[in-house]
Every structure is written in structure tokens, then in C-alpha cells.
């Protein structure tokens, strides 16, 4: 070897693969994807019937101060796409532990990253569809917003700050569980924050020793924050003693906890399957 020749680490990853690696998986699921369409057009008309359903079935009897119902309702649509997709996330990850395909790929030259961050970015382009679906259903039925260019794009940036924290829980719930099943028998607690909240009906509605726990809960802060930002002053009389900045503070801390604590969870799963 010549003096002042550097070593190479032929088995060393170069820097791309931080970046190429992903949209390979992320690749791999929409594939999967597109190949079993009874999964994407459950994902992609399951928020349009939900969203019919809350407002034919509930719009007419349930009174929103300053709003539409169909303007209450689209914002925790959206929410729960997010809480519904992660449910099929979950399940994927345990489908794939259980089936040896995650032991493929930890057996490859791969940043251990790669996998997670694949699926997160297939998943956010599922729920993007899924939130385009949504408003443009919501539209037709109505619904219109009220706050300027800005507030709507500040809205989805909390949106995909919600969408990158819950994919986070949900790939800890799939990688820690590893069975589809125990998966979806975790529903309950999730239906318990999406109907203890404001999502669907105002707090005032709610019986008064249930109210702290419903406002302050991460389901109520997120729709509350979106509310404000696509709708504006339109909103404030149902989000009272706050304004849009103090729910986007909150929002992005509820997002940086579940992100680190459901992320922390997942790559330690990940290394133990």
C-alpha cells in the first residue's frame, strides 16, 4: 500500500442511500399497493362515506356555533383519516415481521431507517389522496373555507406534522405487536379519543367531568388547530380562551412527543424482530 493512501470500506453505505434506500420501499409499498386495489379504494372512498354520513345522519341535528356542520366535521376528517390509515399501517408492519419480508430487508446493505422512513413516505402519499378526496367531498357538500391562502397552507403543514407523529405510534403498535390482529384489537382506545372530543360534536355537549380530559387531549388539539387556521374567526366561538397560535404550539409539541416517544419505540422493536 502506497504511504498516504486511503482505505476504502468497500461494505461502508455511501450517503445517497439515506435518501435512494426509502423511496425504494416507499416504492415497493405503492406497488403493493396498486397490486391489491380492494386496500386503496377502502382507504380512498371510506373518508367520502364517512364524511356523507356525518353530514346527512348528524349535520341536521347537531348545532355549531358560527359554522356549517360541514364546515366543523372536514377538519376531523381529516384527522381521522390519519388515525384510520395508521391502522392499516400497523397492520402492514406486523403482516411483514410475522411474514419474514422486514428480515429481507435487515439482511440487506440498507440504513436501518430505510424501511420506516419508506413506509412513512408511501403512507403520506396514500394520505394525501385520502385528504384531497376528502375536501373535495366536502366541497360538493358544501363546505368552504374562511381563513386566507396562508391559514390553509399553515393547516396542511400541522396536517403533515400529525401524519409523520401518528405513523410513528402506529409503526410502534405493528413492530411491538407483530400480529394484524392484536392490531386491530387496539381500535377501541383510538374510537375513545376520536368521540370524547370535539371532533364530531362541540365540548359543551359533553357531560362536565368529561370535558377537561376531551379538551386536552391530542385529537381535540389537533382538529381545534385546524379548525382555527382554514376557517379563521369563523371557528373561534367553539375554541374558546385560545387562538391560532397557541393551538399550533400545542399541536407541534403533541406532535414532537408522539413523534420521538412512537419512533423511539418502533426502531427498538425493529432491532429486536
Known amino acids: 500500500m502506497n504511504p498516504g493512501t486511503e482505505l476504502r470500506h468497500p ?45 346527512y345522519v348528524f349535520g341536521g341535528a347537531i348545532p355549531v356555533p358560527g359554522i356549517s356542520y360541514i364546515d366543523y366535521v372536514v377538519p376531523a376528517m381529516m384527522v381521522q383519516n390519519l388515525i384510520f390509515g395508521g391502522f392499516t399501517s400497523a397492520a402492514g408492519l406486523a403482516q411483514d415481521a410475522t411474514g419474514g419480508v422486514l428480515d429481507r430487508f435487515r439482511s440487506l446493505p440498507t440504513p436501518r431507517s430505510s424501511v420506516l422512513a419508506g413506509r412513512a413516505l408511501a403512507d403520506l402519499l396514500v394520505n394525501a389522496v385520502a385528504t384531497l378526496l376528502t375536501l373535495a367531498t366536502g366541497w360538493l357538500l358544501g363546505f368552504r373555507f374562511h381563513a386566507g391562502a396562508l391559514g390553509v ?78 376557517h379563521g374567526r369563523a371557528a373561534t366561538a367553539h375554541v374558546v380562551g385560545h387562538d ?28 429486536r424482530l
Open 244 to 271: 391560532a397560535g397557541h393551538c399550533v404550539l400545542v399541536s407541534l409539541l403533541w406532535c414532537a412527543v408522539l413523534t420521538v416517544a412512537g419512533g423511539a419505540a418502533a426502531l427498538r422493536a425493529y432491532r
Open 153 to 230: 397552507l399553515g393547516g396542511l403543514a400541522v396536517l403533515l406534522a400529525v401524519d409523520v407523529a401518528l405513523f410513528a405510534v402506529f409503526a410502534a403498535i405493528g413492530l411491538t405487536s407483530r400480529n394484524p390482529e392484536t392490531v386491530q384489537a387496539l381500535t377501541p382506545p383510538f374510537f375513545l379519543f376520536l368521540f370524547v372530543s370535539s371532533a364530531f360534536i362541540p365540548l359543551a355537549a359533553l357531560p362536565g367531568w368529561l370535558q377537561p380530559f376531551a379538551r386536552n387531549q391530542p385529537v381535540t388539539v389537533f382538529t381545534d388547530t385546524l379548525r382555527l387556521l382554514v
Open 11 to 55: 461494505d461502508r453505505l455511501p450517503p445517497s442511500a439515506l435518501f435512494t434506500d426509502p423511496l425504494a420501499v416507499a416504492r415497493r409499498q405503492l406497488l403493493h399497493i396498486a397490486r391489491t386495489p380492494q386496500t386503496a379504494v377502502a382507504a380512498v372512498t371510506s373518508p367520502m362515506l364517512f364524511l356523507t354520513l356525518f353530514r
